[in-house]
């Protein structure tokens, strides 16, 4: 299985963007093959491709090859969800040593609501969650957290390629009864997943916003209903709302835009 998803063609695209990033003023054609272990027709038509992609120029006819600025902005690109990790982490280590329970960090992407970090608790009853999980915006307190915060438009636009799947009884299905839970939220300024999508666990949200003071992220902590009583809700909400604001004033103070 591994040998037939092997795309030879696409690692040796990838070794000729490798020997250009390397150098500060580009890199002749015979040069690049030869560093690749390529013919010099077979590395040209690289080049060509990845000059029409314009991830590769050629400032003089005949002249070196070089990576162009479209080229570094992917890697800018990935620093930036990086730095919002990295921004993040220190506040969901404290929230999480303050209240041992399992804490997570959210993206907003295009229409979705992605998880890219996770801290658990020590206590041996908890709800796994996995970097790359989806999280519905209908359903979970990550995923209401920046619906509430978004402009009308693109809410609208994420409630268009969304379906609001029925996880357990307690969960939202409909268009009105979710738009009434999210305008809560915004006026609360926290989102809550009690028993929505797992039936005995209840986790509370709050949003993250960048130096625009858009909404780009959401910071959360779960817990099982088992061990949370109604003083502990309270004290979940604080702290989640108090992070919150943290990590946003820390986005702000490097300029951090989503």
Known sequence: MAARNHVDLALKTLSVLEALAVSEFGKP???IAREVGLVKSSAFRILFTLKEAGYVEQPESNGVYRLTLKSAALSRRNTKRLGLATIARPHLNSLRNQLDESVALVEHLANSVILIDVLDTSHPLR????????CPIHATAQ???VAAFLSAKDLDSFLESSKLTQFTEHTLTGRLDLELELER???AGYSINDEETVTGAFIV???IFDSQSSVCDSVSVNTPTARCSVAQKKHLIASIIETGKRISTDLAAVGFVH
């Open 29 to 31: 054609l015979k040069e």
């Open 127 to 134: 709800l796994s969650l996995h970097i790359g999980d989806d």
């Open 143 to 145: 995923g209401k957290a």
């Open 185 to 187: 939220t915004r006026k």
């Open 205 to 207: 949200g709050a949003p």
